[in-house]
């Protein structure tokens, strides 16, 4: 199946600070990923939908200011946390769309491996 | 009213027999995607097996098989010949296509543990 990087895999930051996490598709053009955060032994919430050259759509409660995503190319987007605090601590997970070739394919959602980001 | 709904939050079974993990949904959308990922402890999200609405037979992959029954709007997964590495977390996920964006709604999951 298709690969889904994500960088980092963990990452500890101290109150206030900012983090970028990176999520990249290595053999496919994504024209849409996905944010997800995932709290202990829940189910994955949908943060935002990230598109390729255009901004992105938070789903409600999400704080765009405060989870800014930007997809510049069609294998990249990243989320950067900004004055991170430790209610932030959470496992954040990319996912990429692969549509498929023209005419057939899955059009299936691959995930990346996740961040683990705990704010101090 | 929840759009995914896995009903069992935990199931065992022994080495090398079957079990099958029950997902059910709601939606009004005719052309829609189900899809089963399994999350081990690491956290990744492995892609399973995916079932279109249209899609005329069950999906398989492997050791995992799709009972998709459209009218009874359930999509439960198979997997035969469990084997230890299959314990893991395992997630039913929607596509409703009127959804132009296509983000996967996801459910509660399953927690499955292999017993030896």
């Known amino acids: 199946g298709a690969v889904v990087s994500q960088h980092p895999s963990w990452v500890i930051c101290k109150s206030g600070t900012s983090v970028k996490i990176e999520c990249r598709s290595l053999?496919?053009?994504?024209?849409?990923m996905f944010w997800y955060r995932q709290f202990p032994k829940q189910s994955l919430m949908l943060m935002a939908t990230?598109?390729?050259?255009?901004?992105?759509?938070?789903e409600q409660g999400v704080e765009k200011d405060k989870f800014l995503i930007n997809h510049a190319s069609l294998t990249l987007s990243t989320l950067t946390v900004t004055s991170a605090h430790p209610e932030d601590s959470s496992f954040y997970i990319c996912?990429?769309?692969?549509?498929?070739?023209?005419?057939?394919?899955?059009?299936?959602?691959?995930f990346g491996p996740g961040t683990r980001l705990t704010v101090l | 009213a929840q759009k995914i709904t896995q009903t069992q939050p935990g199931m065992f079974v022994q080495e090398k027999e079957a079990v099958t993990l029950d997902c059910t949904y709601d939606?009004?959308?005719?052309?829609?995607?189900l899809f089963w990922y399994k999350q081990p402890s690491s956290g990744e999200m492995i892609f399973l097996i995916y079932?279109?609405?249209?899609?005329?037979q069950n999906a398989t992959e492997g050791r995992y098989s799709l009972n998709f029954q459209k009218a009874r709007k359930s999509a439960n997964l198979v997997i035969s010949a469990s084997q230890l590495g299959d314990s893991a977390m395992y997630f039913c996920?929607?596509?409703?296509?009127?959804?132009?964006?296509?983000?996967?709604?996801f459910g509660k999951g399953t927690k499955l543990s292999v017993k030896p």
């Open positions: 939606t009004s959308d005719q052309s829609y995607g």
């Open positions: 079932q279109g609405s249209y899609d005329e």
């Open positions: 996912s990429a769309r692969d549509r498929g070739t023209s005419g057939g394919g899955t059009d299936t959602q691959y």
């Open positions: 996920a929607m596509r409703e296509r009127l959804l132009s964006q296509g983000n996967l709604i």
């Open positions: 053999d496919f053009q994504a024209t849409t």
């Open positions: 990230s598109n390729e050259g255009s901004k992105a759509t938070y």
